[in-house]
């Protein structure tokens, strides 16, 4: 009984220390060939929108707001990698662990 709270002692702290580290990871997608850039916490928070004056095309803003989109996409994909790395090997394949988004 010891052991097993001892090795759940350790799984506790070696999840604390990997949401810390997405919780201070900034990732970034791109759409457009870097037209539209955008970057995400680990957790996936949006934190910022980038866009090329080149994307900007008063006539067209569909394709604009396509690639905005695209961009989240991308950089939250990536968010939701690192969430995958980092909590994988520390939560034996138990999935996100109830994280939003994950």
């Known amino acids: ?3 097993m709270l001892k090795q759940a002692q ?3 702290q070696q999840i604390a220390k990997a949401q810390a580290e997405l919780a201070e990871a900034e ?3 791109t759409a457009g060939g ?3 850039t955008a970057t995400v916490s680990g957790s996936g928070e ?3 929108i980038r866009i090329d004056p080149k994307a ?3 006539e067209d803003v569909e394709t604009l707001e396509d690639l905005v989109v695209a961009a989240v996409h991308n950089a939250t994909e990536a968010a939701r990698e690192l969430t995958d790395q980092k909590m994988g090997p520390v939560t ?3 999935g996100g662990l ?3 988004g994950f």
């Open 1 to 3: 009984m010891q052991q």
């Open 10 to 12: 350790k799984m506790q």
């Open 27 to 29: 990732l970034t997608g």
């Open 34 to 36: 870097g037209l539209v």
């Open 46 to 48: 949006l934190k910022a």
């Open 56 to 58: 900007v095309d008063p």
């Open 92 to 94: 034996g394949g138990m």
């Open 98 to 100: 109830g994280l939003p």
